[in-house]
């Protein structure tokens, strides 16, 4: 989900861009193919890295070895 200040920017884009003349964009048009190609090849790449980050950031830690070799049962993390 999008923070709130970017959720009223998107809100609010349209409207930006309905004030705009029709003719202050010179060249504007729809994009080449090989352009638009490569904007969903990267935009692909982009999220496996964030993904392959997260996965990376988010997987469980070795355990340490007991120093005393007792069993903790009421005690996180101990055993």
Do not use: K, W
Not at 34 to 56: E, K, R, Y
């Amino acid at each position: 989900m999008t923070p709130p200040g970017h959720l009223l920017l998107l809100l609010l884009l349209p409207v930006a861009a309905s004030q705009t003349p029709a003719g202050s964009c010179s060249g504007c048009g729809p994009l080449s193919l090989p352009l638009l190609a490569g904007l969903v090849v990267a935009d692909a790449v982009l999220s496996l890295l964030i993904v392959g980050v997260v996965f990376v950031c988010m997987r469980p830690h070795s355990r340490p070895a007991q120093e005393d070799g007792r069993i903790y049962i009421n005690m996180p993390g101990r055993g």
